[in-house]
């Protein structure tokens, strides 16, 4: 069983801030590298960056251990670069550049021939919607271009592994669609993605499974299929008939209406109520159930659940 990235005890300190703590953490694949996406979530400053700045050898950590790809990140960190592909969240634009002479010059500089890389550039522009702008300079790129160019960089020398760092930032929600469509793709083809981001819609649209940080801190983990789970009180219920008799029946036994609207009512059944609570209701008032349907945990809820926990210690 390989992993994409792991880390033992993992910590970050700057003087007397400490950016990272003991963070612990494995995400496991199938095979050498199994596609998919992972979210790295959590608010501003809770610690992803660093996490991701370590795990690219950026930084160097204080103390713990931590691998990518299976690869030691204090031994093997050339190793991880020939692998690996970044969007980081700041430009990091080269003045004079066009689209293209960026693209290649990174290339360049992760070991491919000069006719390699130009090959490369041009299949990575044209995947990433920037064909028609490859001769403008990059300084002339609107944001969302820029973050576009930032991932077709990335992608030139074909990596395994794709760290990406807000990558949706400054982008309007047209700009934002296209980024993350860009992401499912790039998972259907083969590529394992790290997306580091604080926006949850984004997170929960692309990833299969979630990493949520807070305070430099690991606060949760797992497919985000197992955390949206129903919920055990909360019901959607969809009904024809007396309105009134059905809620009231319902008030008798001690069944909460949260709201209301023609046809549907969302309830909170009493404490390790079954639904039957809800089908004698139904009988009672002579309504007719046309749908009754546990509530399912967002991931929002997830994570604030998450952070108010942290909070609460």
Do not use: W
Not at 174 to 185: A, C, E, F, K
């Amino acid at each position: 069983m390989a992993s994409v990235f792991s880390c033992e005890n993992l910590s970050k300190r700057y003087g007397r801030i400490t950016a990272l703590k003991n963070v612990t953490l494995g995400v496991d694949t199938g095979g050498a590298v199994e596609p998919g996406v992972i979210g790295l979530l959590g608010p501003n400053g809770a610690g992803k960056s660093t996490l991701i700045s370590v795990l690219l050898g950026q930084t160097p950590a204080t103390s713990g251990q931590a691998s990518v790809l299976g690869l030691d990140i204090r031994r093997k960190q050339r190793h991880i670069r020939r692998r690996i592909g970044f969007v980081p969240e700041n430009d990091c634009l080269i003045p004079q550049l066009t689209g293209t002479g960026y693209v290649h010059y990174a290339g360049r500089l992760a070991g491919m021939s000069y006719s390699d890389a130009m090959r490369r550039t041009h299949e990575a522009l044209d995947y990433v919607g920037l064909g028609e702008a490859r001769y403008r300079q990059a300084e002339e790129y609107s944001a969302g271009m820029r973050q576009r160019l930032k991932l077709a960089q990335a992608l030139v020398h074909d990596p395994d592994l794709l760290f990406l760092d807000e990558p949706t930032n400054g982008m309007d929600p047209h700009g934002r669609q296209t980024m993350l469509s860009l992401i499912s793709d790039l998972a259907e083809k083969g590529i394992s993605l790290l997306l580091s981001s604080h926006l949850l819609p984004d997170v929960e649209k692309v990833c299969e499974r979630v990493i949520i940080m807070s305070g430099g801190e690991v606060l949760s983990t797992g497919r985000i299929s197992e955390m949206n789970k129903p919920h055990p009180t909360l019901y959607m219920i969809e009904y024809s008939g007396d309105d009134g008799a059905f809620q009231r029946q319902l008030s008798l036994r001690n069944v909460s209406v949260l709201d209301h609207t023609e046809g549907q009512l969302n309830v909170e059944l009493p404490e390790q109520s079954a639904q039957n609570t809800i089908l004698e209701a139904a009988r009672s008032s002579y309504v007719k159930l046309h749908g009754l349907h546990p509530k399912r945990s967002s991931l929002e809820e997830t994570f604030m659940a998450a952070i108010q926990g942290q909070g609460n210690k």
